[in-house]
C-alpha cells in the first residue's frame, strides 16, 4: 500500500524547474518537414531540364545538381523521376497566366453553352499538348507509365482526374442551362477520353495541328452522342 500511494504521490507531483534552471525543451518529432521553396525549387529545375535535355536524358542526380539540393531531399518526396516529372507537369497554375509549362488547365470561364464551353476545354488542352514541352516529356513519361503501375496511378490523379472534373463541372452549368435531358447521365471519363484522345493523337503521332475548324468538329461530333435537347 505503501509503495502504490507513493507511485500515486508520483504522478500527482508537477515537476517543475529550480530557480534558474531553464524550462524543458520540447523537442521536434521525428522527420523533416517539407521546405515549401525547396520543393518549388526542385520542380521549376525539373521543367527547366525537360526543355534543356529532354525527358529521357533527365535524372534525379542532375535535377539535384542544378537545384543545389542533395539527390536524398528529392528521393524523400518522390520516388523516381518520373514522380517528380509528374508533379512539375502538373502544377496548379495555368501556363496562360504564368508562363509556365502544365498540363493542368486552371479554372475554365463560363462561354454560355455547352458547345463553347467544350470548345473551350479542347483548347486549353490543345494549347497544352502542343506545347514544345510536351514533344520532349511526354513520350519518355507514357513508356514509365507502362511500366510502373504506382506512377501511372500518380499520374491519372494529377493530369487526368482534373481535366474530368472540369468536364463535371461543364456538364453541370449545361444542366442548369436545360441543355441536357435530365433523366439521363453523361459518362464524364468516356466524354474526357473522346474530347482529349483525338487531341494528342494529332500532337503526339500524327503531328497535326489542331486549328479552329478541327476543334469544333470534333465537339460537334462529340455533342452527337451526348443527351442534349433539341
Known sequence: MVQARSHMEEARTVHRPRPGQPDPIERPKPGRPRDAKVHQAILDTTLEMLSDIGYSRLTIEGVAARAGVGKGTIYRHWPSKGAVVVEAISGPLCPIATGKWTVRLGPLPDCGSLRDDLICFV????????????AETLPGL??????????AAAFRGAVVAPKRERLAEIVDLARKRDELLDDVDV????????????????AMLTCEPSDDVSIAGLVDNVLRTLPVRT
Open 142 to 151: 507514357a513508356m514509365d507509365l507502362n511500366q510502373d503501375a504506382d506512377l
Open 187 to 202: 459518362d464524364v471519363s468516356m466524354l474526357c477520353d473522346m474530347l482529349v484522345g483525338p487531341v494528342l493523337y494529332r
Open 123 to 134: 483548347q486549353r488542352v490543345t494549347f497544352a499538348f502542343n506545347a514544345p514541352l510536351a
